[in-house]
């Protein structure tokens, strides 16, 4: 599936219809591309590290924090999690049985590229039959090139705070497509560089752990966004770069005060503010329209971070995270609305949401995929709604013409949630951390199954319900113009 042709870069004529709605300016999926559906997966949160410590979350679990309390809740840490690295046929054949057609995971530098310049043949081969495995059960491969987790080595130089590290994650970004380009159409650079700077750096629940160190976060995001430019560039110029799909993935998330009417303390929507600049969805979307980079969420600390690209970076698609907004009451804390359901994690469901976030990333012009969204649940008593509510927005969200193009429920099997470790239940099939490595699917799973299983018809059918419409009304439109031709009047599509 893609866009009708490859975008090095975005005309002029994207750029207006930016902020219109989306699918009456974008480029129509083919007749014969279905709506994807199916999971996404982190490898390292379903795998862990290849040898003790040899990623940047590999030595941080072991880490504590400033003071002294473990960085990850209870002192766990991810060992082999749900091994996926070994059970990847039995957990791509539980996906393909739930009625997906794609799948997304992602590579994990820190396998590949153990040490410098030195790459590991063996995870290289466990990588191409992951690949030739979901071909076979008709899954579409996602793969993403980063997400949150790189080699031990390439945190000890600095990471990505370092805008001279970009060009070792363009050598391993080229490496891979060299060795998985044959089987792989979609390529995401990035997976959420805005959370793992905030959180790494302002919040300090992620690698580094750093505390409020606003410059920092700016720094390491704007070096990731450059980042993905340079490599969208870098694998479109290689032999089989033109037939890929290249996007990243952000994690479209906001805050807002928790509604008291005319009580709402005058403080919170201040606070909700500064907390929106810090996320930084608007200096995303900036950048990724413009190539203009400009970070000042608190100019009173001299945090301002300015850079400007000659052009707009490339993407082909846009991969959105959504799961929910966060609301905070009086005390700061986290809070939902009345009528409103929480979830295991600090926000209440908003299914609401999903289409505003849909909005907000179609003004880049790129079709649009969920590549993740779900609940974390332990119960499984909430779950159900979430399917249920977040499915019918998708297709309202499709009936009203945006370029949707699939959906990926975050998460197949249970694992280890970074900072929460195993205490946050994403998956569609229950795990426990006993040793016998069993699935055991949730009541919910065959509601997400009949999902699945309508939906890409469905959305067939929205999209060709939508085309009529247009069609129609194109043909009323140019008889309007022909009667008013004829009477010697402008026509009503030039005036």
Not at 15 to 31: I, L, S
Not at 59 to 87: H, M, Y
Not at 338 to 355: C, I, R
Not at 427 to 437: A, L, P, V, Y
Request: charged share 20%.
């Amino acid at each position: 599936m893609g866009g009708g042709g490859v975008r090095t870069r975005r005309s002029a004529a994207a750029e207006q219809v930016a902020g219109a709605a989306a699918a009456a300016a974008m480029e129509r999926p083919a007749a014969d591309d279905p709506f994807q559906v199916g999971f996404a997966i982190s490898t390292w949160q379903n795998s862990g590290d290849q040898a003790k410590a040899a990623s940047n979350w590999g030595a941080f679990e072991r880490q504590r924090s400033w003071v002294g309390l473990p960085t990850i809740v209870k002192g766990q840490r991810c060992g082999a999690s749900c091994d996926f690295w070994n059970r990847f046929e039995e957990d791509l054949e539980l996906a393909a049985r739930m009625g997906s057609n794609c799948f997304r995971l992602s590579l994990e530098w820190h396998r590949l590229e153990p040490a410098r310049g030195q790459w590991d043949e063996a995870a290289v081969q466990r990588y191409r039959d992951m690949l030739d495995c979901m071909r076979s059960k008709g899954l579409e491969p996602h793969v993403t090139l980063h997400h949150f987790v790189h080699p031990a080595w390439f945190e000890k130089l600095g990471g990505f705070t370092k805008e001279g590290n970009i060009q070792l994650f363009l050598d391993y970004a080229a490496a891979c497509f060299r060795l998985f380009g044959g089987q792989v159409k979609y390529w995401a650079t990035f997976n959420e560089p805005g959370v793992t700077s905030f959180a790494g750096h302002i919040y300090g629940s992620f690698p580094p752990g750093r505390i409020a160190q606003v410059a920092g976060c700016a720094r390491q995001m704007l070096n990731m966004l450059r980042a993905h430019s340079q490599a969208y560039d870098l694998i479109k110029s290689m032999p089989g770069g033109a037939a890929a799909q290249v996007g990243i993935v952000w994690n479209y998330f906001w805050f807002e005060p928790k509604r008291y009417g005319w009580l709402t303390p005058c403080y919170l929507p201040w606070i909700s503010r500064l907390l929106n600049r810090l996320w930084g969805n608007d200096v995303f979307l900036r950048y990724m329209q413009t190539g203009e980079f400009e970070w000042d969420p608190l100019p009173w600390v001299f945090s301002r971070v300015y850079h400007k690209d000659p052009a707009a970076p490339g993407c082909d698609f846009i991969g959105l995270n959504y799961y929910s907004r966060g609301v905070m009451d009086w005390k700061l804390s986290p809070a939902c609305n009345q009528g409103e359901v929480m979830t295991d994690m600090p926000y209440a469901l908003y299914a609401e949401g999903l289409t505003l976030a849909v909005h907000h990333m179609s003004r880049l012009g790129c079709p649009v995929y969920i590549t993740e969204t779900g609940v974390a649940d332990s119960g499984d008593e909430r779950r159900p709604l979430m399917i249920e509510t977040y499915m019918k927005q998708i297709e309202r969200t499709v009936e009203m013409g945006y370029d949707l193009r699939g959906v990926m429920y975050w998460t197949l099997v249970d694992n280890f949630e970074w900072n929460f470790g195993f205490t946050m239940r994403f998956g569609i099939f229950r795990w426990e951390d006993d040793g016998s490595q069993k699935r055991v699917a949730r009541k919910s799973a065959s509601l997400l199954r009949r999902w699945y299983e309508l939906l890409p018809g469905r959305v067939a059918e929205l999209r060709w319900q939508l085309q009529r419409r247009r069609g129609q009304q194109g043909d009323a439109e140019e008889d309007e113009n022909g009667a008013a031709a004829e009477k010697g009047a402008q026509p009503l599509a030039a005036a």
